[in-house]
């Protein structure tokens, strides 16, 4: 058993119950429900786990399980990412860590004092200036007084707010609040740090500078960082590990580029997308037969190839067009290739076989898709997901790029670079 | 970092050796501060409470300031409404229904002494009741006592009640009336009333953050307790239209032991105090407040979830 531990979580499950909405929760219902059967008031103490209050539940409701068997530790100055759906459970065992709400069955150890930042701005008043606000808010999210003060200027400045501390914050545009509010909260010195998608908010520049301090908070080394996010660059960017839920259920953990990977596969979900030309959306008088490239694996800098099959349904369909999105594997679309760019108008009335090659963009190393479209004035056939392939690893460049060049880019140059002496 | 800083979510690694002992003996449990698991007790819930002091200091200020904040008349409301509740209750009681004060004492001053602590059981009590729901934001996000949150709200009521016992100070004066030693156990009332509001202030808030019904209850029951209790009356002429015994039963409404209290402090002898059922009552705000706290403790930790 390792020594520095910070977090254990063993086998913690997490069970909601839903249908409260269904109109039979009310006090009018439980007293009615207590009429009827009286003795339900003397037997509630033998439910141990099941009662919310001092009225018995309501036998309509059912459960949610929203985590289930998670296990694992996490060791001390760990910055450990956790990624999943929406609905996978994230957010539940991080209020479960931050002891806002307790687990149903499994437990939770920790080592050192935990702070939590589930949401910017938890407690700012509308009515009161920024600085009492940075005051109540510290004071919410666990600081001292003290420890206020000595961060006070380092806080206003991180928010670049000097000029407006003493307005009160209802004054504030939304940009300004969030900057406020994320400053105090990234000035909390605490050992184990729980963070939830709250770099969701801002512009560019202030998402760059919250990336920023976290980075500064977890290359510190000693503090643990449980960090929840969408943003999976974020995640690959800040974390030495992760850990994919889904279901309630951890399915994986470790590098965090496999992990997000993995993640990634599960969204993108079977390949092909809907083969079955009839299920797919659009008028269907002229349909998209069959797409593949031309190779499995490209180069990136290698000319791509793809073939496309067209079928006409209905001859009197207008002339047409056919539109490649070109989609990552983050789900970024990187670009829009157009039959009528290059010229071509593609006529109803006998199948048609097209050539299509990509040359440049040359692409980043990695997998993608092309969701395919035919259209005139209105979507005649649409196939998401129509045809898959992989970029290699084969960088076109004398040296080799690091990972950081090619994760900053979302393509890559083809470029020559001449030096005067 | 040094204890201090401390004013947040656990005890630190010093403390955790005295923490460990009571955890049952299972492998690995030496090294970690915390378990959080389902069920478990909190042992360190109160010391929890005096940890986050600088937290119910702080959100105290803000619901002072706030309210303060908002508007010129705030300030100007909180001597008016006594004042005026008062004057009417005087009327009403005294002139037009022709009841009389214990003694020699002047009605409006009878009145206002009972004015006084239930002005402060009103607010306590509705501020309290609200508090929880008013706060989810907070209750969902962060971790602490959440104690805390219904007694911060109650500070509120504190600052009325202040204002109030100057403008009893300035009657006084104007009606003649000399302090005695009674005044000194004011204090003492003072936390009686606070007492008598938490119990079932506790009691409501977490109620009401499952049924949100008793934001309707609450107001019903100030406004009808407001004419149950001894307010606009004294109790003595209560005593003599029902005798002694049933008199008892009347006092087990609280805050009859807090009027009374308040008025014999004031008034000195001039004001007899039934001293049976000033105990009755007293019983019942002390049993309100441990049925409140455990009421509350015991929900507490669906708050969350629910709210």
Request: charged share 20%.
């Amino acid at each position: 058993m390792a020594n520095n531990v910070a977090v254990r979580i063993e086998n913690v499950s997490k069970r909601f119950i839903v249908g409260q909405g269904k109109g039979r929760d009310g006090l009018r219902h439980v007293l009615q429900d207590y009429m009827l059967h009286p003795f339900r008031l003397v037997g509630w103490n033998k439910r141990p786990n099941r009662g919310n209050g001092l009225f018995s539940r309501n036998p309509q409701t059912e459960e949610f399980w929203a985590l289930q068997g998670v296990s694992f530790d996490v060791t001390q100055g760990e910055v450990i990412g956790i990624i999943g759906r929406n609905g996978a459970g994230k957010s539940t065992l991080l209020k479960i860590l931050s002891r806002i709400t307790e687990p149903s069955r499994g437990r939770i150890g920790l080592k050192g004092r935990v702070a939590s930042l589930l949401e910017v701005g938890t407690g700012f008043h509308p009515e009161l200036t920024g600085r009492e606000n940075i005051f109540l808010n510290g004071a919410i999210l666990g600081m001292s007084r003290r420890e206020i003060k000595t961060r006070f200027d380092e806080i206003v400045e991180f928010a670049s707010v000097t000029k407006f501390i003493d307005t009160p914050v209802k004054r504030y545009s939304s940009g300004m609040y969030v900057r406020l509010a994320f400053a105090v909260a990234a000035h909390l010195e605490p050992e184990i740090l729980i963070v939830d998608e709250v770099l969701a908010v801002g512009d560019a520049e202030f998402q760059k500078k919250c990336l920023g301090k976290m980075r500064e908070v977890a290359s510190r080394g000693h503090r643990t960082v449980f960090f929840v996010s969408h943003q999976l660059p974020s995640v690959i960017a800040l974390c030495s590990r992760a850990c994919l839920l889904e279901s309630g259920r951890l399915v994986a953990d470790g590098d965090p580029t496999a992990v997000v990977e993995r993640y990634q596969k599960q969204t993108l979900g079977k390949p092909g997308g809907s083969q079955n030309a009839s299920a797919r959306p659009g008028t269907g008088t002229v349909r998209i037969q069959m797409m593949r490239a031309m190779a499995d694996v490209f180069a990136p800098a290698e000319a791509k190839r793809f073939s496309i099959l067209i079928h006409t349904v209905d001859e009197s369909e207008a002339p047409y067009a056919l539109a490649l999105h070109l989609v990552d594997e983050t789900g970024q679309q990187i670009l829009i290739l157009n039959s009528r760019h290059a010229g071509q108008v593609l006529l109803p009335g006998s199948n048609l076989s097209v050539d299509l090659t990509l040359r440049t963009p040359w692409l980043k190393p990695g997998e993608y898709r092309i969701d395919a479209f035919l259209y005139n004035n209105g979507v005649i056939d649409k196939w998401e997901d129509a045809c898959r392939f992989a970029v290699s690893n084969e960088l076109p460049y004398s040296g080799t790029p690091d990972d950081q060049t090619v994760r900053g880019s979302i393509v890559l140059p083809d470029f020559s670079l001449t030096v005067d002496r | 970092m040094n204890d201090s800083t401390l004013a947040i979510n656990q005890p630190r690694s010093e403390a955790a050796g005295e923490l460990n002992d009571q955890n049952t003996a299972k492998p690995g449990n030496e090294e970690f501060d915390i378990w959080l698991e389902a069920g478990r007790i909190e042992k360190h819930y109160w010391l929890d409470l005096w940890r986050f002091r600088e937290l119910f200091l702080i959100l105290a200020w803000r619901d002072v300031a706030v309210r303060y904040k908002q508007t010129l008349i705030g300030v100007v409301w909180s001597i008016l409404q006594p004042l005026l509740t008062m004057l009417i209750m005087s009327f009403v009681f005294g002139k037009l229904a022709g009841l009389h004060a214990d003694g020699n004492v002047p009605y409006p001053i009878l009145v206002f002494c009972g004015t006084l602590p239930w002005q402060f059981f009103a607010v306590a009590m509705t501020t309290s009741g609200q508090s929880l729901v008013t706060n989810s934001s907070l209750v969902s996000k962060i971790y602490f006592p959440r104690m805390i949150i219904p007694i911060s709200s109650v500070v509120v009521a504190l600052v009325d009640f202040s204002v109030s016992l100057l403008i009893l100070a300035v009657m006084m004066v104007v009606f003649h009336i000399l302090p005695t030693s009674h005044l000194l156990v004011l204090p003492l009332l003072l936390v009686l009333a606070f007492v008598t509001s938490l119990g079932p202030g506790l009691f409501i808030t977490a109620l009401n953050v499952r049924y949100r019904d008793f934001r309707f209850v609450l107001p019903f029951i100030i406004q009808f307790g407001l004419y149950l209790c001894p307010v606009g009356f004294s109790s003595l002429m209560i005593r003599e239209k029902i005798g002694d015994g049933l008199f008892l039963l009347y006092s087990l409404n609280p805050m009859v032991g807090v009027i009374d209290g308040f008025r014999w402090a004031i008034l000195g002898n001039a004001c007899k105090i039934f001293w049976p059922g000033f105990c009755l009552s007293v019983g019942v705000s002390l049993c309100l407040l441990a049925t409140g706290i455990w009421y509350f403790r015991k929900t507490e930790r669906t708050f969350a979830d629910i709210i």
